[in-house]
Each structure stands twice: as C-alpha cells, then as structure tokens.
C-alpha cells in the first residue's frame, strides 16, 4: 500500500493501491491534486464525473439548491470513460479533469448556449469557443453549463446577481438563505459569473471557467472564497463567447488555489486568429514556475488610500468595520512576508472617469427601490452589447430564429411574464443605438475611459510610486482595471458577516492584486506567496462529503 503524500491530500483515493480507484474525496480538494491523482492512477475521469454528479444532484439540484449548474452536459459520461486511460501530461495537462463553463461560452455540442435567456433556450453554437476547444485539447471534460446573471447583467437595472429568466437564482453557499419578499438571496453569490464561482466553491467541479467586463469575475470570486484571474483583454480569447463588451470582455479561471489559476492559464492563454487582441499577447511559458513562498519579498504594493485626504480615499476610506479588519490584517501579512507598502491615494480621474462615458437610462424595473428614476449607464457598454450582440447572433448562434438582439427584445416582450421579471431596460437602450460603432459619442466615451483608467489612472499611480502591483479590497478595484484592460488577481482574505440589516452566516472576502498589461505571472506569484502565508480559504459548511 502507497504512502500517502502531501500532494495528494486532498483525495481519499491516496490510501489505496492504484488497481483499486474509489471514489475521491472532493471536497476542498485543489485542481492540482485531483490531476496528480488521476496521474498516479488513484481516480479514474469517470468516477470523478460520477462524483461530481452526485454532489451537484445532492446540493445544487437538492438540499440547499444552491442552482449554480443550469444544465449537465449528457455526453460527461461518456468523454471520461474515454479519457480513463489518459493520465495529465505535460501535453495533455487536464486530461480527465471535469470543468465547467459559464453558459455565454459557445459549445458545439448537445448543450445549448443560452447565456440564460429564455430566448435562447435550446439555441447551439456552431463550434467550441476557442477557449472550450483548449480545455478540450488538454484533456478536460465538460461537464456542463453555469449559471449566470442573464446576459452578463447587461439585461435590466437593478437585476440580482446570479439570477437568469432561464436558470433562476443562484445562492451563496456560506449563507443561502433567501429573503422572503422578492425570493432575492440574503447574501449575494456575486455576478455575472456566479454559477462558476458557487459551483467551485461547494465542490461540484474541479474548476470552472467565467467571464469579465467589469467585476464579474473577482466578485463572485470574492463573495465565494476562490482565486481567480481577470487577464489582460487578449490574453484569452473570446471567440465564441457571448459578448457583452468588446473592448474589455475576458474569460478567466475559478479556482480553489493560485495554482490552480496557473495551470488553467498555462492552458487557455493562446494566440487565436478569430480574436485579433490576442496577437499582441505576452505570457511566459508556464504561470506556474516561480510560485515561491517568498515572492513578496522587496516588492512594492502600492494601497490607494491615504487618511490624510479623506475625501479622496475612494478605495479604503468608507469600508465598513469588518472590511477593515480583513484588509488591515491582509496589509499586515503582506508588510511581514517583506513587502513595501506604499500608501497614497488613487488620482481621482482614475476612478471617476471623464466626461460623456455614462449615459442615463430610465429605470422601469417593477422590483427595483429606484423604479421611474434615470440610472447611469456606460456608454461603451450600452453600445458595443448590440454590436457584438448581433455579430455573434449571426455567426456562432444555431438551432434558433433569433438572429438580432430586436429578436430578443420582442421575445421578451411576447413572454413578459417569464422573461421580464427585472425588466430589460438597458437592452431596450442598447438597441437604439445603430450598432455599428460608428457614433462619436461611443468613440469618445472609449478614448476618455483609457485615458482616464489607464494613462490618468494605473500608469500614472504606478509609475509614480514605482509599483509592482495595487492592492485592492474585494473587488473595488475592477472598474479601472477593466477599462484599462488590465489584469487583475483575486485571493481569499477574510470573512465577513451581516448584508444590509440582516444578520448572516459568516462569507468570504478577498483581496485583489492588480497590474498592468500582461503582468499576470508577477501577480500570480506575489498572490500565492499572500496565499501561502495567510492560508484564509475556508469551505462552504453544511456541504459534507456524501
């Protein structure tokens, strides 16, 4: 009988001969060392599909029903029995591994992809986005679609986090109880990529893949206790990816650990003919080299905030008590691992933007506290949705007669009851847009947001301060990253309780290191060095091994 290791603590299957695989134990159990025991021949890919099946029937679609999977890939099964005796490699490094996919990600299999519209309901895609087809090179299942925030929350005003006309609500695993008025959850999964994040975190999956334009990765990731990395726009590509906004929409990793992060990188960050971002792509040749413990030494973290100038403290300034607490105790760990802590305040034009790049869209959300009131919108947003709405309409979408986002707009309309729960105001006012990106006002609002995020805002604050990257609380720092096209990584800090008046469950907080242009591996390597030292990542209770 083999001894176990450190490595493969995370699976029973450790404490076996490799003739005999049992059924793993998943729970908290990293990317890493589910594939090291399927190398070692400790697990199979079919009894760890089988596994993770039992789990999303016992806690997603049972139990606390957290609705985080909106639907199963039917051919699961029969990828793993293939891949049973195809052990990680250097070639195939997530051979067996399951993974799931936000459902904005095109398939060209049995599943649809409906970015949990109604209105899409059984729509396919013609082929893999890029992306599911370098999962798939490397050997990872599919093991279904995520649950998401309907059209990346691009739909309607004041619409949850996590729910879709089509999935439902998603719930957070640490507090899922849901309010009682409007069925809206007590504690928020985080959005739009909430599904990706709640199903990593209640073990349903080895990983899962979500999407960004602004916050819709390191929020659920923060709400949910994972790691994750919002890249730089052209690190991955987003052919095949239902859009939202061109000009900063990114694919990105949900992980349980930095490395786990890195390994998916390594495997996703690839030059793509169909995405002309990725050509001017830098990345080193593993993300995963270099993850030391003592990375953190000597470099310079860069805290927007200053107490000096309260007014102008935007990112610490008003954090409630037990934020504070967290990011002071984050601070502290990162000054002892030998960091320098640089304390000033952000340039405000970094995070106010300048002028003409928000548009006011009237509010007519049935459910909203705001209703009837005109809400701020970007207009980059509200102009590139119908754009590369329409374009990947035309060109990815099958099985369907929708072919423009007005098709989608009156399917909604002729399906109100169902569709339009929170509205659809902010599709209604993308529409009027000629959608072409032809207007001055969209190319002056996307000239104003990089000068303002990026040259006025990340270069400037930077390069003043001779930074190697900025600490952020949570996710407050992701609108000016994102417009910058910067990336930005998300580890576990703390936690927190209390949403509104109500008291909660304890549930995760993170922070986030950001940077500039294809920084990832410098922040993925002062990140696992935070990680390594801080060691805050805590499972869901309540979701014990069945």
């Not at 609500?169 to 069925?183: E, F, I, L, R, S």
């Not at 349903?204 to 979500?210: F, K, P, R």
């Not at 000068?451 to 720092?477: C, E, I, W």
């Not at 909660?504 to 060095?529: C, I």
């Amino acid at each position: 009988m083999k001894k176990p290791s450190r490595r493969d603590a995370g699976i029973a299957a450790v404490a076996v001969s490799a003739e005999a695989p049992i059924t793993p134990k998943l729970e908290n159990a990293p990317m890493s060392d589910i594939a090291h025991a399927l190398a070692s021949g400790h697990v199979t890919a079919t009894v760890l599909v089988k596994s993770y099946l039992a789990r999303i029937e016992a806690y997603d679609r049972d139990g606390p029903k957290l609705n985080s999977v909106r639907a199963l890939n039917p051919d699961a099964l029969t990828i793993a029995g293939k891949l049973d005796e195809t052990r990680p490699s250097a070639k195939r490094p997530l051979a067996g591994i399951p993974i799931l996919v936000k459902d904005n990600i095109a398939t060209g299999d049995k599943q649809p992809t409906t970015a949990g519209s109604l209105a899409l309901q059984g729509a396919r895609a013609r082929g893999d986005a890029t992306v599911v087809k370098l999962l798939r090179d490397a050997g990872a299942v599919i093991l279904g679609k995520a649950n998401l925030t309907e059209f990346a929350n691009m739909l309607a005003i004041d619409m949850p986090s996590g729910y879709s006309s089509l999935g439902g609500q998603v719930k957070n695993p640490y507090a899922p109880a849901m309010m009682d008025d409007q069925g809206n959850p007590v504690v928020n999964p985080g959005g739009s990529s909430s599904g990706s994040a709640v199903a990593v975190a209640a073990d349903l999956c080895a990983a899962s893949i979500g999407t960004e334009t602004s916050g819709s990765l390191l929020y659920p990731a923060s709400q949910n206790g994972l790691v994750t990395v919002k890249p730089t726009v052209g690190l991955i590509s987003r052919a095949g990816i239902l859009p939202l906004a061109h000009s900063q929409d990114t694919a990105g990793p949900m992980t349980r650990t930095v490395r786990d992060s890195a390994m998916l990188l390594n495997a996703l960050a690839a030059k793509d003919r169909l995405d002309p971002a990725t050509q001017k792509q830098r990345r080193p040749a593993d993300y995963t080299a270099g993850l030391a413990s003592d990375a953190m030494k000597g470099a310079r973290i860069g805290v927007p905030s200053d107490p000096t100038d309260p007014l102008n403290d935007r990112y610490y300034g008003k954090l409630q008590p037990g934020w504070l607490k967290v990011m002071t105790e984050a601070i502290e760990v990162i000054e002892d691992l030998g960091a320098v802590i640089v304390r000033a305040n952000m340039p405000t034009l970094g995070w106010i933007g300048g002028p003409g790049t928000g548009m006011a869209v009237l509010n007519r959300n049935p459910l909203s506290s705001n209703k009837g009131n005109p809400v701020g919108s970007p207009i980059v947003f509200l102009y590139e949705l119908k754009h590369g709405l329409n374009l990947y309409l035309s060109d990815w979408a099958t099985n369907t007669d929708i072919k423009t986002m007005a098709d989608i707009i009156a399917f909604n309309a002729a399906n109100a009851e169902k569709a339009l729960r929170f509205g659809q105001d902010l599709f209604l006012a993308a529409d009027n847009t000629r959608g072409d990106l032809s207007e001055r006002e969209y190319k002056s609002a996307r000239a104003m947001d990089l000068l303002s995020a990026r040259t006025r805002g990340m270069d400037a604050y930077m390069n003043q301060h001779k930074l190697d990257a900025v600490l952020f609380p949570s996710s407050g720092g992701c609108v000016i990253s994102a417009k910058a096209g910067y990336p930005s990584v998300m580890v576990p800090a703390g936690f927190i309780s209390g949403a509104g008046d109500k008291d909660t469950p304890d549930y995760p907080l993170g922070v986030t290191f950001a940077g500039r242009a294809w920084s990832e591996h410098k922040l993925l390597r002062l990140a696992y060095a935070y990680e390594q030292a801080s060691n805050m990542r805590k499972p869901p209770p309540g979701l014990p091994a069945l």
